[in-house]
């Protein structure tokens, strides 16, 4: 079987552009992942976020375990199957969602106890059973246990915080196996500190995994602290595997991680903000539900390839969405995924061209230019 690898393809600056491969298919980097967090990209048919360019889409550990129980998503031939989705598939590893909990959960060496949001019921995720979910969920990336303190915290904390991870991340290698064609991710921690981050890439380069990711940031920090924080952490992660930052982000944060040297990444917020109609364009962003839309005869983006964009006026989607019609969702999602990848797309023609830099300038200027005012 063939194993899962990685190869850069070109850099510009920090910024990389490359490809994953794996058994299911090749994932062009710097790579969006659309959050399918229950086995559905919510508004969307499989079939559709392949067309918007999609690799790759992120499942949830957390709530799948849930709901419908990843031993009987395994019973009816894996994750792939279940929800229609032949190509990679990469699962967190539910530590995040846990750290949302807050009062509903208890933290020991061992792992996390919790109660469930859904019925009350009382859970357990250790890093070993974290591994078994995504081995039964039959996921093609596999996120290491972790534990993820919000921001900002004491440097104590953080640091406590971050030791414990290091020594799940060593639990979740040994649970997770040797798997051929299947990958297992680290996740670095530590906060803002660059210490901190250091010691976290040290152990996890000591530990060995296929991919890193940058962990711990998109938690209430704020732009500037995160690409502070960007501006060191991916360097001290091995160069030859992929690395993924967790959680972002809004286009303008993709692009500024991808300066600095990120190649993975995933969020819900363009199909969360599609289905409150917010629409991401290359003018800058769209709220659909306001009134100047309703005798607009333009598309959201003329640039735009999406059915929103070729086949429907400003003014058809202003109404639908004001009218809570299903198909507002459907529209404005797949435009905001449709841009996302785009974005992708161009970055990575920008990186292998050498113009990055200059790419990232007429980004920034066109979207300072703002929405124009309808015609």
């Known amino acids: 079987m063939q194993r899962f690898s990685f190869a850069r393809t070109a850099t510009d600056g920090k910024a990389r552009a490359g490809l994953i491969s794996t058994p299911r298919g090749d ?211 091995p160069q030859d595997k992929p690395r993924y930052l967790m959680g972002v982000g809004k286009p303008d944060d993709i692009v500024g991680a991808v300066a600095r040297g990120i190649d993975m990444m995933d969020c819900v917020l363009p199909s969360r903000s599609g289905r409150t109609g917010q629409v991401f364009t290359r003018r800058g962003v769209v709220n659909i539900k306001n009134a100047r839309h309703a005798d607009d005869p333009r598309p959201l983006d003329e640039a735009c390839r999406c059915p929103a964009c070729r086949n429907y006026s400003r003014a058809y989607l202003h109404h639908v969405f004001r009218s809570q019609e299903i198909i507002s969702s459907m529209l404005l999602t797949w435009h905001n995924l449709t841009y996302y990848q785009d974005l992708m797309e161009e970055m990575r023609t920008a990186i292998a061209e050498g113009v990055f830099g200059a790419w990232q300038d007429n980004f920034h200027s066109a979207r300072a230019d703002g929405d124009i005012a309808p015609i």
Not at 110 to 129: A, L, M, Q, W, Y
Not at 147 to 171: D, G
Request: include cysteine.
């Open 27 to 237: 994932i062009r980097t710097p790579a969006f992942m659309p959050v399918g967090t229950a086995a559905t990209v919510k508004a969307m048919m499989p079939g559709s976020v392949r067309e918007t360019g999609a690799d790759i889409l992120l499942g949830n550990t957390y709530h799948l375990m849930l709901r419908p129980t990843a031993e009987r998503i395994d019973r009816l031939g894996g994750l792939h199957k279940f929800m229609n989705w032949e190509r990679p598939i990469l699962t967190d590893s539910g530590g995040f969602q846990v750290m949302s909990l807050a009062a509903l959960r208890k933290l020991t060496e061992n792992g996390v106890t919790f109660k469930s949001h859904i019925d009350g019921s009382k859970h357990e995720i250790t890093p070993e059973r974290s591994m078994e979910i995504q081995r039964l969920l039959g996921s093609d990336i596999v996120m290491c246990f972790d534990e993820c303190p919000a921001l900002p915290a004491e440097k104590a904390t953080i640091a406590q915080s971050m030791q414990l991870s290091m020594r799940w991340a060593a639990r979740s290698r040994d649970a997770f196996g040797d798997r051929p064609g299947h990958a297992l991710f680290g996740i670095q921690q530590g906060g803002l500190e660059p210490d901190l981050r250091a010691e976290s890439a040290a152990a996890l380069t000591d530990i060995g995994f296929d991919g890193y990711a940058v962990g711990g940031l998109a938690v209430g920090e704020g732009q500037e602290a995160m690409f502070g924080c960007l501006d060191f952490a991916p360097v001290q992660l």
